[in-house]
């Protein structure tokens, strides 16, 4: 994993340490896809290792919903997941 993916799973872990602290039930959390082509099939870059930096803190995914935008980054998807507490 790239310096850059590995920053993001890390306040990643921040966040879902500090939720799960704070006795949150539902945590919300937005990924964006580093930049590369919607038009192609495979591997979304640092996206996964995000989602399991974030369940190694007490969370499991429940939900999750994907939108593209092109505006000043280029193509990129940005994903909204809802994790729960386990």
């Keep these: 994993m790239g310096f850059i993916n590995n ?36 591997l979304m870059a640092g996206v996964g290792e995000q989602i399991e930096a974030i369940e190694s803190q007490g969370w499991t995914l429940s939900d999750m919903s994907a939108t593209e935008s092109k505006t000043l ?14």
């Design 73 to 86: 980054t280029g193509e990129r998807a940005a994903l909204v997941c809802l994790f729960r507490r386990r």
């Design 7 to 42: 920053a993001k799973a890390n306040e990643a872990v921040r966040v879902a340490a500090q939720a799960y602290a704070e006795g949150r039930q539902v945590l919300v959390f937005k990924i964006i896809e580093a930049g590369t082509s919607s038009r192609s099939t495979g």
